[in-house]
């Protein structure tokens, strides 16, 4: 299985800040990734694909990047509404999908 | 647009086997690229890949579920559903269904749409 494993665990950041959370994989995951916000008692929501592609409708706050073993998600300017669970997820044909184990995202 | 909705019982006895039903509305399960997934969390955790059936039939599992779990399509219904034998309490969660939109020349898109999820209580 690919191991996927998120720093930190938890982050905390005041309005305005630039956050940025790292995703490291065990193995070699190419560009096979994606990145989601979940808030509390809510669903996740798909943020990035293909490792640094912004989905429709996400804020061009977020930021994406990385290849192979080592990803990053950066929020330029904190929010509000960006307080919430962070999520990476890779992609393998032949282990199937993983996710990290998540960084939360609090108020400072 | 397209939504998903999760149906099935809140609380399973331990031994017996989980069933969850997925309806896919606004759009056709039988979509070429699409993967019908199905995802837990467990209470206060991250979360969890269960597996995934294509329109065909084809299915991925989890390896760590896979001798439990039975994933299976309805394309009639438009619905995709799940399976999980010889649950205990540790698979209490929540279980969302989604819709991945798999992988195409090296590139990976992710799951777009999701259920609202539902409880699922393993206890006697």
């Known amino acids: 299985d690919i191991q996927m494993t998120q720093s930190p665990s938890t982050l905390s950041a005041s309005l305005g800040d630039r956050v940025t959370i790292t995703c490291r994989a065990s193995q070699n995951v190419s560009s096979l990734l994606a990145w989601y916000q979940q808030k509390p008692g809510k669903v996740p929501n798909l943020l990035i694909y293909?490792?640094?592609s912004l989905e429709r409708g996400v804020p061009s706050r977020f930021s994406a990047s990385g290849s192979g073993t080592e990803f990053t998600l950066t929020i330029s300017s904190l929010q509000p509404d960006d307080f919430a669970t962070y999520y990476c997820q890779q992609y393998n044909t032949y282990s199937g999908l993983t996710f990290g184990g998540g960084t939360k995202v609090e108020i400072q | 647009q397209v939504q998903l909705q999760e149906s099935g019982p809140g609380l399973v006895k331990p031994s017996q086997a989980l069933s969850l039903t997925c309806t896919v509305s606004?759009?056709?399960?039988?979509?070429?690229?699409?993967?019908w997934t199905w995802i837990r969390q467990h209470p206060g955790k991250g979360l969890e890949w269960i597996g995934n059936v294509y329109y065909s039939g084809r299915t991925y599992y989890n390896p760590s579920l896979k001798s439990r779990l039975l994933i299976s399509v309805d394309t009639s219904k438009n619905q995709f559903s799940l399976r999980l034998s010889s649950v205990t309490a540790a698979d209490t969660a929540v279980y969302f269904c989604?819709?991945?939109?798999?992988?195409?020349?090296?590139?990976?898109?992710?799951?777009?749409?999701w259920g609202q999820g539902t409880t699922v209580t393993v206890s006697s």
């Open positions: 989604a819709r991945d939109r798999g992988y195409s020349n090296y590139d990976y898109y992710g799951m777009d749409v």
């Open positions: 606004g759009g056709s399960i039988i979509t070429g690229g699409l993967y």
């Open positions: 293909k490792a640094s």
